[in-house]
């Protein structure tokens, strides 16, 4: 069983989605996530292939400084968000074999 974050430029950062990229569904799901030094667990019965699990992560963000820019006029800033996140994945096989997966 493999587990990917899938995350493509301009996607809602605060989606945290975990695809299950094996060939065989995966059974009693858990997913520990960290977030920004935050922990939440998701659970789902069933994963199938190449579905998955998310958590939806808006208000965990941090605020930081992406840009500055330091001028005749001031300086001017720009501020963006960013999530850290690790997981740890639980699930049993059909025939209930367990198995852990993680990107820490």
Request: net charge positive.
């Amino acid at each position: 069983m493999k587990w990917s974050r899938p995350r493509k430029r301009g996607d809602d950062q605060s989606q945290v989605v975990y695809r299950n990229v094996g060939t065989t569904p995966a059974f009693q799901v858990a997913v520990v996530l960290t977030i920004n030094d935050a922990r939440v667990t998701i659970e789902a019965d069933v994963v199938e292939p190449g579905g998955s699990i998310s958590y939806d992560a808006s208000g965990m963000s941090r605020r930081i400084l992406i840009a500055a820019n330091y001028g005749p006029d001031g300086a001017s800033r720009a501020y963006g968000t960013r999530y850290t996140v690790t997981a740890r994945i639980t699930w049993q096989s059909r025939l209930g074999t367990p198995g852990v997966w993680s990107d820490a």
